[in-house]
């Protein structure tokens, strides 16, 4: 089983430019899950989508947008991207009540400058 | 207001011996605790959970305490072992929070041989 699929694994991205982070599951999971991870910071919250068509704010949405294309992927866009960007980005999927919570990709290590 | 905290940035023990990794949480509405292992350049995965009505779960090397009245949860890792050497994550999620969890900041084990 695949799990969840990220790309890119790597991006370099210079001030201003956009991107969108690209997410993909194959466990037919209901809710997905943007966070970043930054030295120091643990794990943060930007969006997350807990069924197909719904999207919500989490703890750090500010610079980002999200789309949840379908069951199977929800994509992070970053509009004009910002050095405070910089981090490591984790997409995650779950069933509701999991008793074993999220499974994560492997990342996306972006560093803007 | 950091509602999962972890207070010891890292830990260093020797193999064999016992690893006690330590998490505090502030909001009483969290009802399921679980704790993820995060190798460098990997996402996080998932290692063992323990539910509000339990106070201990164990599973084979593994051992989550949970004391409610404290709001303080522990890992218990029983032998050590090198491969232990990874970034341990506590998390939280409470009812009605559409299956968020809420992230500690993390723990740096390194095992020693």
């Known amino acids: 089983n695949a799990g969840v699929t990220q790309t890119p694994k790597f991006q370099v991205l210079k001030t201003g430019q956009s991107m969108t982070l690209q997410c993909a599951q194959d466990?037919?999971?209901?809710?997905m899950y943007w966070y970043r991870q930054d030295p120091g910071m643990g794990l943060r919250l930007i969006y997350y989508s807990a069924s197909e068509g719904t999207t919500d704010k989490g703890e750090v949405p500010n610079g980002y947008n999200v789309s949840r294309l379908n069951k199977r992927e929800f994509s992070l866009r970053l509009e004009s991207a910002a050095p405070s960007q910089t981090s490591v980005y984790f997409c995650?999927?779950?069933?509701?009540?999991?008793?074993?919570?999220?499974?994560f990709g492997s990342g996306t290590r972006l560093t803007v400058v | 207001d950091q509602q999962v905290k972890q207070n010891s940035p890292s830990l260093s023990v020797q193999e064999g011996r016992i690893s006690i990794l330590n998490c505090d949480y502030t909001?009483?509405?969290?009802?399921?605790f679980l704790w993820y292992k995060k190798y460098p350049a990997e996402g996080p995965t998932f290692l063992i959970s323990?539910?509000?009505?339990?106070d201990k779960n164990e599973d084979g090397r593994f051992t989550v305490f949970l004391n409610k009245s404290a709001k303080h949860l522990s890992l218990h890792i029983v032998p050590s072992q090198p491969g232990d050497s990874a970034v341990y994550f506590c998390?939280?999620?409470?009812?009605?929070?559409?299956?968020?969890?809420?992230f500690g900041k993390g723990t740096l084990l390194t095992v020693n041989p």
């Open positions: 323990i539910s509000s009505i339990k």
């Open positions: 998390a939280a999620i409470s009812r009605g929070s559409n299956y968020k969890l809420t």
């Open positions: 466990m037919n999971h209901n809710s």
């Open positions: 909001n009483s509405m969290f009802d399921y």
């Open positions: 995650a999927s779950s069933e509701r009540a999991s008793q074993t919570g999220y499974t």
